[in-house]
């Protein structure tokens, strides 16, 4: 069963890798979907695909690499959108 969540992280993320960890992870794991850094300084992920895989990347979303300190991430259930890759989009 597929499935797809929006997660907006909170905390020392940006300026050290997390986007690149991220995406590594979401290719060895086979989800889809993508993450940037927002302006107000949180990263939003877009994590779709078979339901144990996203809630393998939800952890590893929430612990981060090495050197992230999270404070929080907001969880938001999303319509599945059939993305073909895990991309970083940068703004």
């Not at 939003?44 to 339901?51: A, N, Q």
């Not at 996203?54 to 612990?63: D, G, N, Q, S, T």
């Not at 992230?68 to 319509?79: G, L, Q, W, Y």
Request: net charge positive; proline share 2%.
């Amino acid at each position: 069963m597929k499935k797809s969540l929006r997660l907006y992280i909170t905390g020392t993320v940006q300026g050290i890798f997390f986007r690149q960890f991220i995406k590594e992870n979401a290719d060895q794991n086979g989800v889809k979907g993508y993450i940037r850094n927002l302006e107000d300084g949180r990263v939003e992920i877009f994590l779709e695909g078979d339901m144990e895989k996203v809630a393998k990347m939800e952890l590893i979303c929430k612990k981060g690499p090495q050197h992230a300190h999270i404070r929080s991430v907001e969880e938001k259930p999303e319509s599945y959108q059939s993305f073909k890759e895990f991309s970083i989009i940068r703004i």
